[in-house]
């Protein structure tokens, strides 16, 4: 039982450069998660979602794009990318079935230069 | 709308002394109450989870938090720690009626010394 895989693990961007941050769940849970973590901070929410088909905004969404074809797959789109999106990204999936305790995988560190 | 104070962004304590982890949350209902542990490049793993019924709970690697409403208060503690507890510990409220979700605090770094 693999739980939660992101690939990468690192990345260097350019500006304007666009990448997909991908994130895989084994667990079937419905819900999944995108966040963002900057140094000595928590995670904010960029995006989440609820099941297949269905994603919604977090905290801060303005520069990504997400989607949800399948359960086990949501991947995290950059379009152009900037330097205030050098972070580490961490993905998470839930369920009601867990009491929506969060799965994190081991998390995707880019830098944009 | 929910939040989550820590108010420790970073402590020190040596290895076999006791800890305590602060952590105040704002929440409207019933809240679920989290604290997560992330190690050095990982991501977050649980470590306790108070959703109802008793009030102090106990987690993996001999931890426990108790809930006390009154003071909106969740705080951590461990009666020994060792040197492999130093990482960062987050506390999380969840929201449990919108799709799962939770807002983190801003974690506190643990630093153990020998």
């Known amino acids: 039982n693999a739980g939660v895989t992101q690939t990468p693990k690192f990345r260097i961007l350019k500006i304007g450069q666009s990448m997909t941050l991908q994130c895989t769940q084994d667990?079937?849970?419905?819900?999944m998660y995108w966040y963002r973590q900057d140094p000595g901070m928590g995670l904010k929410l960029i995006y989440y979602?609820?099941?297949?088909?269905?994603?919604d905004k977090g905290e801060v969404p303005n520069g990504y794009n997400v989607s949800r074809s399948t359960t086990e797959d949501f991947p995290l789109r950059l379009e152009l990318a900037a330097p205030s999106q050098t972070s580490v990204y961490f993905c998470a999936s839930s369920s009601t079935g867990t009491g929506n305790i969060q799965y994190f995988g081991a998390g995707t560190r880019l830098s944009v230069l | 709308a929910q939040s989550v104070t820590q108010p420790d962004i970073h402590i020190t304590v040596s290895e076999g002394a006791s800890l305590e982890l602060r952590c105040n949350y704002s929440y409207g209902a019933t809240p679920y109450l989290f604290w997560y542990v992330q190690s050095p490049g990982q991501g977050l793993q649980l470590l306790l989870k108070?959703?109802?019924?008793?009030?102090l709970v106990q987690g993996i690697k001999g931890f426990e938090a108790e809930f006390k409403r009154s003071q909106s208060s969740f705080n951590l503690r461990k009666p020994s720690v060792h040197w492999s507890d130093a990482a960062e510990y987050f506390c999380a409220v969840g929201d449990n009626t919108n799709a799962g979700k939770s807002t983190f605090g801003d974690g506190t770094t643990l630093t153990v010394k020998p």
């Open positions: 667990m079937n849970h419905n819900y």
């Open positions: 979602s609820v099941g297949a088909g269905i994603t």
């Open positions: 108070y959703f109802s019924g008793d009030t």
